[in-house]
């Protein structure tokens, strides 16, 4: 993973990392199976992003469509994997999470945290909380344990 976080700085992609990573960043989730990427829906962004993903050898998982922008701005996923250090690892990127607004607004309010994989913006707690707010009941314990 440090490899492709790489890439996507030498490309110069604008995203955040969400969901379980960043819960686990935050303390507040003990587990999380993959990566979740909210990268800015512009034109040049996604073909930075291309490009990061072709340097990292990244292959489509599951029913995945093109990587366009008007799929990234009508709310497709886009889901790869990526060769790991011990095996693969599984990369979910959106344009249009739910409920947190625009990009830019959520990126001016993301921490820029120190991982095992480089200094990544990471959504602030208030941004993760209204992403977790869905109908599967293990993100409640996830809300509850970033609340306190």
């Given amino acids: 993973m440090r490899n492709f976080f790489r890439n ?4 110069e992609v604008e995203f955040i990392l969400i969901s379980g990573q960043a819960a686990v960043l935050y303390g507040a989730s003990t587990f999380s ?3 979740d ?3 800015r829906p512009t ?3 996604l073909v930075r992003l291309r490009a990061a993903l072709a340097r990292s050898n990244a292959r489509i998982y599951k029913l995945t ?3 366009t922008l008007s799929h990234a701005r009508t709310g497709h996923g886009f889901h790869f994997t990526l060769p790991d250090e011990h095996d693969v690892a599984y990369v979910d990127i959106m344009a249009r999470p739910p409920r947190v607004g625009s990009f830019p607004r959520s990126l001016a309010r993301c921490e820029t945290i120190d991982t095992d994989w480089g200094e990544l913006p990471v959504v602030s707690v208030a941004d993760l909380v209204r992403l977790k707010l869905t109908r599967r009941l ?4 996830v809300i509850s344990n970033l609340a306190s």
Avoid at 8 to 11: A, I, Q, T
């Fill in 8 to 11: 996507l700085e030498l490309d």
């Fill in 33 to 35: 199976e993959d990566f």
């Fill in 37 to 39: 990427l909210w990268v």
């Fill in 43 to 45: 034109g040049p962004n």
């Fill in 65 to 67: 469509p093109s990587l």
């Fill in 138 to 141: 293990a993100d409640y314990d």
